[in-house]
């Protein structure tokens, strides 16, 4: 698995943008911007790729006081059920089979996560030694 080039520039991104063909790559703040570029460059576990910029939303400040006391009532009513469930003897805790479920999407990201680090230390090692 090597990592991809821009195939607009030829340049070579980084390890965080081997997933980009899957659409599962978590785009870098830092590779476009021109003021401050990434610092981690082709060791960088973010995507290099040209993302679509989002532009975030704040809620207004009526909404946020709104969700939070919407979320404060959430939370005491979830703590009122689970002190009645403990006083009719059910135990909160889930059943060992839905603890031993397994989450296809979890260990494909933990694979992920473990293939971005080797790949980062392979360049970390090769930047070591080509220094040297």
Same mark, same amino acid.
Not at 20 to 42: D, E, I, K, M, W
């Given at each position: 698995?090597?990592?991809?080039?821009?195939?607009?520039?030829?340049? +070579?991104?980084?390890c965080g943008s081997i997933p &980009?063909?899957?659409?599962?790559?978590?785009?870098?703040?830092?590779?476009?911007?021109?003021? /401050?570029?990434?610092?981690?460059? &082709?060791a960088c576990l973010y995507c290099h790729y040209q993302h679509e910029t989002k532009k975030r939303v704040? #809620?207004?400040? #009526?909404?946020?006081?709104?969700? #939070?006391l919407l979320? =404060?009532?959430q939370?005491? =009513? =979830?703590?009122i059920e689970t002190l009645d469930d403990e006083d009719d003897g059910v135990s909160p /805790?889930? =059943?060992?089979?839905v603890v031993e479920a397994v989450n296809p999407e979890e260990i494909y990201k933990d694979?992920?996560?473990? +293939?971005?680090l080797v790949c980062a230390q392979n360049l970390g090692i090769r930047r070591q030694m080509e220094s040297s």
């Open positions: 698995m090597s990592i991809p080039h821009d195939p607009e520039t030829d340049e +070579v991104l980084s &980009h063909s899957l659409g599962t790559c978590r785009p870098c703040v830092f590779a476009r911007n021109l003021g /401050r570029p990434c610092q981690y460059g &082709h704040r #809620k207004t400040r #009526k909404q946020r006081a709104e969700a #939070k979320s =404060s009532a939370q005491l =009513s =979830s703590d /805790r889930p =059943s060992e089979a694979l992920m996560d473990s +293939v971005m």
